[in-house]
């Protein structure tokens, strides 16, 4: 069975710019479906923004980029919730994770990696996400 998860916007936002780290790998996984990315328009709409801050990144590029994502992944409308998240604006990618119901939500934020587990996704970062997507 293959894997299935939701990158967070940081883990996007650093596969687009960033095309040697890991979670560029990533991202090529997901383009082969190696796993099953689920996205929001929430999320989509979170790495649009991130980019347009990004110097020399022209709005043509982003929104290619928001394109490739769109058509590599399965969008869900996020569920709302109140889960134990520091951070307010983390909720909708929760909810995306629990409405897709993934079994990974992909992250570098310290908030929600402390959290670990929102049953049955487990919080995880790209690394070890990119050796569980390398085992399967």
Excluded: Q
């Excluded at 796993?35 to 020399?56: A, T």
């Amino acid at each position: 069975m293959t894997a299935s998860a939701v990158l967070d916007t940081n883990v996007l936002v650093s596969g687009l710019l960033f095309p040697n780290g890991v979670p560029s790998r990533l991202l090529d996984s997901a383009i082969e479906r190696k796993f099953e990315m689920v996205l929001s328009d929430h999320i989509l709409e979170e790495v649009d923004e991130v980019l347009s801050r990004v110097p020399g990144v022209p709005m043509i590029t982003r929104h290619t980029a928001v394109k490739v994502l769109i058509e590599s992944c399965r969008m869900v409308i996020p569920a709302e919730g109140t889960w134990a998240v520091r951070d307010p604006e983390d909720l909708p990618i929760v909810g995306t994770a629990v409405a897709g119901r993934v079994d990974y939500l992909v992250t570098g934020d310290k908030d929600l990696l402390s959290i670990r587990k929102v049953n049955p996704v487990l919080i995880v970062t790209p690394r070890s996400f990119a050796s569980i997507v390398t085992r399967e």
